[in-house]
């Protein structure tokens, strides 16, 4: 796609005016020293040097962000070592994992992510999302820190993975700011401008906005809803005050808002069952052929009104007294909402329709043209959020008292209480469809058809027309307690040997409820006369009118608690190098999941034992440089799994196969982590990482259903024992650089950069049985395409950007992305439906911006 001629005026214009704006101050050099013998960061919630923080960190400054176009966690999990995010569905809903610790379905999440020195706002379990960075966060940042392994003994919410932990910009004593415009291929256009007002000595502001507008990448071809899949429109505000109160007490207050509303995204399906000639199966390899046909990124969405919708707000208040020189107290509060909405097309996959095929079963059905037209019609695989509700709508509280304090250099702690309290803002929930769909909106919502010429119907494996189908409603709301009591602590026993300790104990309690019924639909009974039925046993209602979702209501609670703890010993031989070991033990908290399949609606929690050492090296002389590597051993027990369970029994009722998080696994996971850079010539900047992750499941313990009460008989989806864990990339390679022309400030400051990144392949959760049955049967077009795992990546980013040209306020950016065009997938869906589909990563794109400072 080309630059649309109305985004190109508008750029010009924009940048007309800057240019005949006053420039009221010119703006410190942007251009901040990537060495990392210069960075500040607040790993361990205090001010150090990168250098001298014994944590494996990886951070990025604004201006690193804005040269690589980096803009959500998806752009950010592309460069950060042990970092991946899991996009299936959408990038606004990914959900972060690092060194393997993965966030399954409807659990809490095991990274936890900071804003402002506090957790944003959960996101509701009811919903298949994540909690990581959502859109509209990283603009206006001082830097973004990517911490790996267990940080429960410093930070609010406990979690096994780490933390990303995003740090605004605050208000300064100047009278600053900028005026951003960008423009790029897919129409793409974002604007953001931020000012820092100084009102007196002792009070600052600070406000921003980031608005971007660009078309999905994903061109849907069925001729049904959006054009376009995978776009991008969201406004995102912030609002910061600092306010001086006394010498010794400081109010800092941070307001955002963020809401995003896209067409939502699609699976690419790219594997059939090639054994099956005839029915519904058979019609997927039609579909493949079809769609080759067209272009790489044409996909099949068959929803009318195809959308995915979230809106965050937080505001987070921080009160610092520094009671003494040997004593700070920091009180943290924050209060945040997330909404979410969405109709998501799961798998991609569509079944024919036609006159012809829906009378060979005598059943009289008029299927609209638009779908007689193209010849396929919708299947079943849906996520909606369900009738007049939200997909999720949660509000967290937060509350943290923190203490810091120091005897000397020799000896610093700090201590704290945690408190969180998420609770549902109302029920929430999705519904889905098998064998019947409703063509119209407010229909699908409130369960009638009430004209059979917006009914349209799949077909089984005979190659019949159904003659039944339902839909399932599922609902709930869960509320979240969390209580922490927390300490770390420094011993300095000389100038290069010292011992840090921490220690934690959290109480954590969560309880909600579960609205599950099923509508029944029938040929012969009528389309707009559904009969109910509650979708788990147990409700033996004998008057059919009972089965209401009030009436179908279950509630579960869960505790836990647990110790977690972090003991390491530092050794520095010379000022610049430090060596360190650590031993530390991880935690994330079990809880319910109303939604679950019967007698699995709760699950406990899941620990891990790490052990971890490295080196962290500077070099100050002529040539500038540090060297980095971590290395970590991580042993985890009763892990959080996402199976399913099915009813094989044909005797009735026939339950729907239900998905549960059960705690059935051990592994273990090892890797080391290498970043390094250079300085070897004035101007050029030298950048490499890598990461590499060796997972392994060690054990697995079946659920046995003997005797549950639960009405399934078989186990679904459980994994083996001795393949790799899920959604994690094997390795992660990434080699960058950066020259600055030696210019004038006449001239400006001239710079070129290019990063170069390989992304190992990741695995999917089939094992090697699975995976030889699937090459046998399916019909593929890559013969090497293994079915267990994503195939490695290449991708290359470019950029150029002149800053204050010509001594001026003006400034210019080039990007490019996916240089070379190179097809990768983000995720997949599984094989379960005879098809297997995957999720497109980004194309080429590329796009220019300019920035107005003064």
Same mark, same amino acid.
């Given at each position: 796609?080309?630059?649309?001629?109305?985004?190109?005026?508008?750029?010009?214009?924009?940048?007309?005016?800057?240019?005949?704006?006053?420039?009221?101050?010119?703006?410190?050099?942007?251009?901040?020293?990537?060495?990392?013998?210069?960075?500040?960061?607040?790993?361990?919630?205090?001010?150090?040097?990168?250098?001298?923080?014994?944590?494996?960190?990886?951070?990025?400054?604004?201006?690193?962000?804005?040269?690589?176009?980096?803009?959500?966690?998806?752009?950010?999990?592309?460069?950060?070592?042990?970092?991946?995010?899991?996009?299936?569905?959408?990038?606004?809903?990914?959900?972060?994992?690092?060194?393997?610790?993965?966030?399954?379905?409807?659990?809490?999440?095991?990274?936890?992510?900071?804003?402002?020195?506090?957790?944003?706002?959960?996101?509701?379990?009811?919903?298949?999302?994540?909690?990581?960075?959502?859109?509209?966060?990283?603009?206006?940042?001082?830097?973004?820190?990517?911490?790996?392994?267990?940080?429960?003994?410093?930070?609010?919410?406990?979690?096994?993975?780490?933390?990303?932990?995003?740090?605004?910009?605050?208000?300064?004593?100047?009278?600053?700011?900028?005026?951003?415009?960008?423009?790029?291929?897919?129409?793409?256009?974002?604007?953001?401008?931020?000012?820092?007002?100084?009102?007196?000595?002792?009070?600052?502001?600070?406000?921003?906005?980031?608005?971007?507008?660009?078309?999905?990448?994903?061109?849907?071809?069925?001729?049904?809803?959006?054009?376009?899949?995978?776009?991008?429109?969201?406004?995102?505000?912030?609002?910061?005050?600092?306010?001086?109160?006394?010498?010794?007490?400081?109010?800092?207050?941070?307001?955002?808002?963020?809401?995003?509303?896209?067409?939502?995204?699609?699976?690419?399906?790219?594997?059939?069952? @090639?054994? /099956?000639?005839?029915?519904?199966?058979?019609? &997927?390899?039609?579909?493949? #052929? *079809?769609? =080759?046909?067209? %272009?790489?990124?044409?996909?099949?969405?068959?929803?009318?009104?195809?959308?995915?919708?979230?809106?965050?707000?937080?505001?987070?208040?921080?009160?610092?007294?520094?009671?003494?020189?040997?004593?700070?107290?920091?009180?943290?509060?924050?209060?945040?909402?997330?909404?979410?909405?969405?109709?998501?097309?799961?798998?991609?996959?569509?079944?024919?329709?036609?006159?012809?095929?829906?009378?060979?079963?005598?059943?009289?059905?008029?299927?609209?043209?638009?779908?007689?037209?193209?010849?396929?019609?919708?299947?079943?695989?849906?996520?909606?959020?369900?009738?007049?509700?939200?997909?999720?709508?949660?509000?967290?509280?937060?509350?943290?008292?923190?203490?810091? @304090?120091? /005897?000397?250099?020799?000896?610093?702690?700090? &201590?704290?209480?945690?408190? #969180? *309290?998420? =609770?549902?803002? %109302?029920?929430?929930?999705?519904?889905?469809?098998?064998?019947?769909?409703?063509?119209?909106?407010?229909?699908?919502?409130?369960?009638?058809?009430?004209?059979?010429?917006?009914?349209?119907?799949?077909?089984?494996?005979?190659?019949?027309?159904?003659?039944?189908?339902?839909?399932?409603?599922?609902?709930?709301?869960?509320?979240?307690?969390?209580?922490?009591?927390?300490?770390?602590?420094?011993?300095?026993?000389?100038?290069?040997?010292?011992?840090?300790?921490?220690?934690?104990?959290?109480?954590?309690?969560?309880?909600?409820?579960?609205?599950?019924?099923?509508?029944?639909?029938?040929?012969?009974?009528?389309?707009?006369?559904?009969?109910?039925?509650?979708?788990?046993?147990?409700?033996?209602?004998?008057?059919?009118?009972?089965?209401?979702?009030?009436?179908?209501?279950?509630?579960?609670?869960?505790?836990?608690?647990?110790?977690?703890?972090?003991?390491?010993?530092?050794?520095?031989?010379?000022?610049?190098?430090?060596?360190?070991?650590?031993?530390?033990?991880?935690?994330?908290?079990?809880?319910?999941?109303?939604?679950?399949?019967?007698?699995?609606?709760?699950?406990?929690?899941?620990?891990?034992?790490?052990?971890?050492?490295?080196?962290?090296?500077?070099?100050?002389?002529?040539?500038?440089?540090?060297?980095?590597?971590?290395?970590?051993?991580?042993?985890?027990?009763?892990?959080?799994?996402?199976?399913?369970?099915?009813?094989?029994?044909?005797?009735?009722?026939?339950?729907?196969?239900?998905?549960?998080?059960?705690?059935?696994?051990?592994?273990?996971?090892?890797?080391?982590?290498?970043?390094?850079?250079?300085?070897?010539?004035?101007?050029?900047?030298?950048?490499?990482?890598?990461?590499?992750?060796?997972?392994?499941?060690?054990?697995?313990?079946?659920?046995?259903?003997?005797?549950?009460?639960?009405?399934?008989?078989?186990?679904?989806?459980?994994?083996?024992?001795?393949?790799?864990?899920?959604?994690?990339?094997?390795?992660?390679?990434?080699?960058?650089?950066?020259?600055?022309?030696?210019?004038?400030?006449?001239?400006?400051?001239?710079?070129?950069?290019?990063?170069?990144?390989?992304?190992?392949?990741?695995?999917?959760?089939?094992?090697?049985?699975?995976?030889?049955?699937?090459?046998?049967?399916?019909?593929?077009?890559?013969?090497?395409?293994?079915?267990?795992?994503?195939?490695?990546?290449?991708?290359?980013?470019?950029?150029?950007?002149?800053?204050?040209?010509?001594?001026?306020?003006?400034?210019?950016?080039?990007?490019?992305?996916?240089?070379?065009?190179?097809?990768?997938?983000?995720?997949?869906?599984?094989?379960?439906?005879?098809?297997?589909?995957?999720?497109?990563?980004?194309?080429?794109?590329?796009?220019?911006?300019?920035?107005?400072?003064?």
């Amino acid at each position: 796609m080309t630059i649309s001629k109305k985004a190109a005026l508008a750029a010009a214009t924009m940048l007309a005016a800057c240019n005949a704006m006053p420039a009221w101050a010119q703006d410190s050099d942007e251009g901040a020293s990537t060495a990392a013998n210069d960075i500040v960061v607040t790993a361990r919630r205090i001010e150090e040097r990168l250098q001298d923080v014994p944590i494996s960190i990886t951070v990025f400054n604004q201006q690193q962000l804005e040269q690589r176009n980096a803009f959500n966690g998806r752009d950010l999990a592309v460069y950060t070592p042990s970092l991946s995010v899991n996009t299936r569905y959408g990038s606004d809903f990914g959900a972060f994992a690092i060194r393997g610790f993965t966030q399954e379905l409807r659990t809490t999440s095991s990274v936890g992510v900071y804003f402002a020195d506090v957790v944003t706002p959960r996101s509701s379990p009811m919903s298949a999302s994540g909690d990581g960075a959502g859109p509209g966060l990283m603009f206006d940042l001082q830097n973004v820190q990517v911490l790996k392994g267990p940080q429960g003994t410093l930070f609010g919410r406990n979690t096994t993975g780490g933390a990303v932990v995003l740090v605004p910009n605050r208000p300064t004593d100047k009278l600053e700011g900028y005026a951003e415009g960008s423009i790029g291929n897919y129409d793409m256009r974002r604007v953001q401008a931020v000012i820092n007002l100084p009102a007196s000595d002792t009070l600052r502001f600070r406000a921003g906005v980031d608005w971007q507008k660009r078309d999905g990448y994903l061109r849907n071809i069925s001729g049904v809803g959006p054009k376009d899949l995978a776009d991008i429109n969201y406004v995102a505000a912030r609002f910061s005050m600092l306010w001086d109160v006394t010498d010794s007490i400081e109010n800092y207050t941070v307001a955002s808002y963020s809401k995003s509303d896209t067409n939502g995204s699609a699976p690419k399906i790219t594997d059939c069952n @090639g054994t /099956a000639v005839t029915g519904p199966l058979s019609y &997927a390899c039609r579909q493949i #052929e *079809r769609e =080759r046909s067209g %272009g790489t990124y044409d996909v099949n969405s068959w929803l009318p009104w195809s959308n995915q919708k979230t809106e965050i707000w937080q505001v987070t208040n921080t009160t610092k007294w520094q009671a003494s020189d040997s004593l700070t107290v920091k009180n943290i509060m924050s209060y945040g909402e997330t909404t979410q909405d969405q109709a998501m097309d799961l798998f991609g996959n569509w079944v024919p329709l036609g006159n012809t095929l829906l009378t060979q079963a005598g059943i009289t059905v008029n299927v609209p043209a638009k779908y007689v037209g193209s010849g396929f019609g919708p299947n079943s695989d849906t996520s909606i959020s369900a009738n007049g509700l939200h997909a999720g709508h949660q509000g967290t509280f937060t509350e943290e008292l923190q203490f810091q @304090g120091n /005897a000397g250099d020799q000896f610093n702690w700090q &201590a704290g209480i945690y408190y #969180e *309290r998420s =609770r549902p803002l %109302g029920f929430s929930g999705t519904q889905s469809m098998s064998g019947v769909f409703c063509d119209n909106q407010e229909q699908w919502a409130n369960f009638t058809c009430t004209d059979a010429t917006i009914v349209t119907q799949a077909v089984n494996a005979s190659n019949q027309p159904v003659a039944t189908g339902s839909r399932n409603y599922q609902v709930g709301k869960v509320h979240y307690q969390n209580i922490g009591l927390y300490g770390q602590a420094t011993y300095k026993f000389s100038d290069q040997f010292s011992v840090d300790a921490g220690l934690r104990y959290t109480w954590d309690k969560s309880w909600g409820v579960g609205r599950m019924v099923t509508a029944s639909y029938s040929a012969t009974t009528g389309w707009n006369t559904p009969s109910f039925a509650c979708i788990k046993p147990g409700f033996a209602y004998t008057d059919s009118s009972k089965f209401t979702p009030e009436n179908c209501e279950e509630s579960h609670s869960q505790k836990s608690s647990a110790p977690t703890w972090m003991i390491g010993l530092n050794y520095k031989p010379v000022e610049d190098v430090l060596l360190y070991a650590k031993y530390s033990r991880g935690y994330r908290q079990g809880s319910v999941n109303p939604l679950a399949a019967y007698t699995f609606e709760k699950y406990g929690p899941e620990k891990v034992d790490v052990w971890e050492g490295g080196l962290k090296a500077s070099f100050n002389g002529p040539v500038r440089a540090h060297f980095n590597i971590t290395g970590f051993y991580n042993k985890f027990r009763d892990m959080q799994l996402q199976i399913s369970f099915v009813d094989t029994d044909p005797a009735p009722p026939t339950l729907s196969p239900g998905p549960a998080i059960v705690n059935a696994a051990r592994s273990r996971i090892w890797g080391i982590e290498v970043e390094g850079g250079v300085q070897p010539i004035e101007g050029l900047s030298l950048q490499a990482s890598y990461s590499y992750l060796n997972t392994k499941l060690l054990g697995y313990i079946e659920p046995d259903l003997t005797g549950s009460g639960s009405g399934y008989n078989r186990v679904s989806g459980g994994p083996a024992v001795g393949t790799r864990l899920t959604n994690t990339p094997k390795y992660k390679l990434t080699v960058g650089a950066t020259y600055t022309l030696p210019t004038s400030a006449d001239v400006g400051k001239v710079s070129f950069g290019a990063v170069y990144v390989r992304t190992g392949t990741v695995f999917y959760g089939i094992d090697a049985t699975e995976a030889t049955r699937y090459a046998s049967i399916f019909k593929i077009g890559d013969p090497q395409r293994s079915y267990s795992l994503a195939p490695a990546y290449d991708l290359l980013n470019i950029n150029f950007n002149w800053d204050h040209i010509a001594g001026s306020a003006l400034s210019l950016g080039l990007f490019m992305n996916n240089v070379t065009g190179t097809v990768y997938y983000d995720a997949r869906s599984p094989g379960s439906r005879g098809v297997v589909s995957r999720y497109l990563g980004e194309p080429r794109t590329y796009g220019m911006r300019t920035r107005f400072s003064f």
